[in-house]
């Protein structure tokens, strides 16, 4: 499986995803859209705003949270094929 996860160093939902992949042993290349423009013009490409964090998984977008709700973890474990033990 291919995960990038775009994030930013001030995000607090970003952080709590890269953990969650981090917890659950699942690999994952970071970009930071702060810091490579092409990276921010592609999340707002792909996904019509500026909003992280994104995952793009085996290239299908992803976004792992919802504002007021935070992450999605019971999404993120089906999309990552994740089982809880």
Not at 1 to 24: E, G, H, I, P, S
Request: glycine share 8%.
């Amino acid at each position: 499986m291919n995960v990038q996860v775009y994030t930013t160093a001030w995000c607090r939902d970003c952080r709590a995803a890269k953990q969650f992949l981090d917890a659950n042993g699942i690999a994952y290349t970071e970009v930071n859209v702060d810091t490579d423009p092409a990276a921010s013009a592609e999340v707002l490409r792909h996904v019509g705003k500026r909003a992280v964090p994104q995952l793009v998984i085996d290239g299908e977008w992803f976004q792992p949270y919802k504002p007021g709700r935070g992450l999605l973890f019971d999404e993120l474990r089906q999309r990552l094929g994740i089982v809880r033990g």
